[in-house]
């Protein structure tokens, strides 16, 4: 009997189909000599926190049930360089290894899984970086053109574009609370909608 697996696919939109990656891996694991123990597809923009799916073979891995995830290529797995590193230390904690279709197989319990986890602290340490320094030039640049920057007082960019709905479903008689409930607002919004709308001046 060979290693435990699970195989993971993903795709961005709804447009796409896991199908190509399902197949590729279930030969990929048959050619490997895996026993499948699952499959977890699912539609998620790769920066998402919420995959459920994803959770469901973490899951797997804290309960020791497989001892390999396989993916088509490590793009599909991790959000980000730290999010795939935080994942690897998480899989090798269990002895777990992320191994994806193009060879790439990462166990930190060798040296050659160690030795990409520091490449990808060296890359995650870059990028984390890059990016302050990105956001640092971005906002220099603005304060020399005058822009303010943040949000400037009196402005509701939510609930500015919710106002319709909320005052529709007061007018219908839900309360403040059931439709905050229902739009994703708070009862104070709802009710700051409503007052803005009923002291609003008259358009000629």
């Known amino acids: 009997m060979g290693q435990r697996a699970a195989l993971y696919c993903r795709v961005s939109t709804a447009d796409q189909s896991c199908e190509r990656q399902e197949r590729d891996l279930a030969a990929f694991a048959v050619r ?57 230390k998480e899989l090798e904690a ?11 197989t990462f166990d930190l319990a060798t040296p050659h899984g160690r030795m990409m986890a520091t490449m990808l602290a060296g890359i995650a340490e870059f990028e984390r970086e890059l990016t302050t320094e990105r956001i640092r030039s971005g906002i220099a640049a603005a304060k020399a053109r005058g822009k303010r920057l943040g949000r400037q007082h009196g402005q509701r960019p939510k609930s500015d574009r919710l106002a319709p709905k909320v005052l529709a479903l007061v007018a219908l008689g839900r309360s403040y609370r059931l439709v905050g409930r229902e739009i994703g607002l708070s009862k104070n919004t709802v009710a700051g909608i409503v007052k803005r709308a009923r002291t609003a001046p008259e358009r000629p």
């Open 32 to 88: 490997a000599g895996y026993e499948v123990v699952g499959t977890f597809k699912e539609t998620a923009s790769g920066m998402r926190l919420d995959r459920a799916e994803r959770k469901r073979v973490l899951a797997l891995v804290q309960r020791r049930e497989i001892d390999a995830v396989l993916v088509t290529e490590l793009s599909r797995w991790g959000r980000s360089t730290t999010d795939l590193l935080a994942t690897l």
């Open 94 to 104: 269990r002895r777990v290894s992320l191994v994806a279709m193009n060879g790439m």
